[in-house]
């Protein structure tokens, strides 16, 4: 069968990620949990925390954290691929075949595996002397060290030739280095594909690293971010940044963000249904994976106007598929990352928690920038009671429609008669909007 969400969470349900460490490490109770030694650093400590109600481990020594899945991947060294399998046969579930090709499924698990010793290995290089430059960065933008290890970022150095030589040691060939985007082929030669960059680690709902984005700290880098290019395991048009961790969330309403730090910065202050497109505006299957997940999103982007045109085409996006959406303006700061940098994170809370619906939003804009037409056309496309709704709204005069008296709308019909606006009463509105959708034949 096929490894679906569905399959997975029957999966993480069936096997208590308590029971599943017992049987590596004696475990004891501790609050609604259970505490251990870690078993993937050597300490005598009680540092590994194993969390009951989101079914989630993190040592407070080492960082490693996550969930039954990737547990089992770290502790048996092997691919998320064979990690679910091994689970599966545990609990009697159908091993789940994820191709029926053999040699499809081999390679993606081979991928798979190579993506997670790359992920490794850019985190050992960040921890290391090799990595202060990305260290440095990252504590500068105020992220703890127990972010930094809950998402297993990392540091790509600047040599041409370090995780190619590093992946090569471990038996990976080019061909397959070259498949999955990590080292890039430039006639006889090869070189590393992410140099100088602090690496973000991009996991899939299974636990599996699928690709990366790396963030350059060098000012010359002609983009200052990438991601892995398209490969048989990662789509960026198919995946969000973070979903591994809010789709466990108790708060089933998203945060939908442009940038991985973003994300990085609200799960910290306690907002982990933050997830992040891939270097694309939302897509119609991450609105799905939105779905799939959560009951309603926060669209949270930039608050220049290209930001605040991409809340409005997302807005759509979510609303033909049925999700509430809401989309976050941010007073003070250009993102919420230096939101709640500034203003801490409660105050940030409250602004998730006064938020105008979509239809009073889209209104909103329309308002400011004073061109009734395209008002009367957007209240035409609403039902009526949405509209007797937002018809309030529409009466307060926004400062820079009033301040300006010349300014001019048209009925929408052939022979219609300019007028300024200020003199738009809301019973010649209602007019027009009854012209507009007899046009459209909703009458």
Known sequence: MKVTDSFLCELRKRNDLAATVSTYMPTEPSGSGYICRCPFHKGIDLSFHIFSDTQTYHCFECGASG??????????KCGCFEAVRLLAERVELDPPNEESDDKTALKRARMLEMNLEAARYYRDVL????????MDYLLGRQLTLGSIRKYGLGYAPGGWHDLHHHLKNKGFTE???????LIVHKGSSVYD???ERVMF???DIRGCVIGFGGRTLEKTAPAKYINTDETLVFHKRENLFSLNFAEKSADKRFILCEGYMDVITMNQAG???AVATLGTAVTPQQAKLVKEHAKSVVISYDSDEAGQKAASRAIKLFSDIGVEAKVLTIPGAKDPDEYIKKFGSVRFGELLNGLPTATEYVLSRLLTKGNMSDVVKYLAGLTDSEREKQMPTVNVREPDITANSETTVAEPNDDAVEKPVSELSNDEILRMIEKVRKKRGKT
């Open 271 to 273: 907002f982990d249904g």
């Open 193 to 195: 594909k992410f140099r």
């Open 127 to 134: 921890h290391s002397d090799m990595g202060k430059r990305g």
């Open 175 to 181: 061909t397959e280095m070259a498949e999955a985007a």
């Open 201 to 203: 680690p991009i996991i």
């Open 67 to 76: 969930d039954v899945i990737s547990f089992i991947s770290s502790i048996e």
